[in-house]
């Protein structure tokens, strides 16, 4: 192909959106990048897994180094989609209306996240990592509270 296809390109916009160049604050990009990184090298030991079942809060321990590889999947996951609706108004378009994601969702989660300083301990960025995820995992709680608080007020 001329130019030459860049395979990394869609992820080189993702990255971009969680960055200030994006919106967000170089420390999100950073700090998502650092903590995907901690969660795989934590992984590998018992106690690493138990500092990731306690800041995670998962349902059940992590007992393997293919469940913490899965936990860091799962934090990697919802990126992808809050960049392409990284819209300036909330939207429900890619979750196809099971839900709504806030306006600019990659600025709204990276704001728990780009908040730890980068030298900080492990668990912190857990915590972070966590709580910036759970913009897009719990679209749906968001939705129906906002439809409940909707109705009481009308």
């Not at 969660?39 to 809060?57: M, N, P, Y």
């Not at 913490?68 to 300036?88: E, H, I, K």
Request: proline share 6%; glycine share 8%; with cysteine.
């Amino acid at each position: 192909m001329n130019p030459p296809y860049d395979y990394d390109g869609f992820n080189k916009v993702v990255t971009r959106d969680a960055s200030a160049a994006g919106g967000a604050t170089d420390n999100c990009s950073q700090n998502i990048k650092r903590g995907l990184q901690a969660i795989d090298e934590v992984g590998q030991t018992a106690e690493g897994r138990e500092l990731l079942s306690k800041t995670f809060l998962t349902c059940k321990p992590i007992e393997s180094y293919y469940e913490a590889y899965a936990l860091m999947q799962w934090v990697s996951d919802p990126w992808a989609t809050m960049a392409m609706g990284n819209f300036p108004y909330p939207s429900s378009y890619l979750l196809h209306g099971h839900g709504m994601l806030p306006a600019y969702p990659v600025r709204a989660a990276c704001e728990p996240i780009g908040a730890v300083p980068l030298e900080s301990k492990d668990e912190d960025l857990f915590v972070g990592l966590r709580e910036g995820v759970a913009i897009y995992y719990n679209h749906t709680v968001r939705m129906i509270l906002s439809t409940n608080f909707q109705n009481r007020i009308l």
